[in-house]
């Protein structure tokens, strides 16, 4: 069975300071790795989806990393702002179905 | 719709009666989801449509739990006799397709609360 973990739970910064946020798992045969934002009370916004083969995605101030042999993966945000303040989740996918992260809440301190 | 549709956004029901959660994916996704989002724990996969095809229930907790997708394209998922511990945020996504490298979409999710 899958397992999906990300470190850190939670994570505060001030304005300005780039993020790292970590995602590991366990089974290394994904099809792909998706990144989330998820907003208090809301539903999952898709960030970045990284197909198996591929070892990196970039949207904007975002650049995610995958290591498949390894089972890891890391998101890069950019010069943070108040606004990004959210719980951001890993998910991956071994067949149709997702795993998810537990996820790491982020907080930008103004 | 541009989106992934849900409704209600939130519905508060008496312990023993049913409920309906409704969920219109995108248009021209063939691959429909149910997840389920308790209060401190992740995500939980509950159910998977994928054009006509037999569904996967695995994830289903009880069989109190049930989904249909009419026509390929809305889905209801049925709670009977709901309980507290249904209690949770119920989030639909959809995708492209069946295959493993699409991209997955989630509506905002309704959040149940059984009192």
């Known amino acids: 069975k899958q397992e999906v973990t990300q470190i850190p739970a939670a994570l505060s910064v001030p304005e300005g300071e780039n993020l790292v946020l970590n995602c590991s798992f366990t089974d290394s045969a994904i099809y792909n790795l998706q990144w989330f934002r998820q907003d208090p009370g809301k539903g999952l916004t898709s960030l970045l989806l990284i197909q198996s083969s591929q070892r990196e995605q970039t949207s904007g101030r975002l650049n995610a990393s995958l290591d498949k042999s390894s089972g890891r993966s890391t998101l890069y945000i950019a010069a943070s702002q108040p606004g990004d303040s959210a719980t951001y989740l890993c998910?991956?996918?071994?067949?149709?179905?997702?795993?998810f992260g537990a996820g790491t809440t982020v907080t930008v301190r103004a | 719709g541009a989106g992934v549709s849900q409704s209600p956004s939130n519905k508060v029901t008496e312990k023993g009666k049913d409920v309906e959660l409704r969920c219109d994916p995108i248009?021209?996704?063939?691959?429909l989801y149910w997840y389920r989002q308790s209060l401190g724990q992740g995500l939980e996969f509950l159910i998977y449509?994928?054009?006509?095809?037999?569904?996967?229930k695995s994830g289903l907790p009880s069989d109190r739990f049930s989904a249909e997708r009419t026509g390929g394209s809305v889905s209801t998922l049925t709670i009977q006799r709901t309980q507290q511990e249904d209690s949770a945020v119920y989030l639909c996504?959809?995708?492209?397709?069946?295959?493993?490298?699409?991209?997955?979409?989630f509506g905002q999710g309704t959040r149940l609360t059984v009192v």
């Open positions: 998910a991956v996918a071994n067949d149709y179905k997702l795993s």
């Open positions: 449509f994928q054009g006509n095809s037999a569904p996967d």
């Open positions: 248009s021209g996704h063939t691959a």
């Open positions: 996504a959809s995708s492209l397709g069946g295959q493993p490298n699409t991209e997955a979409f």
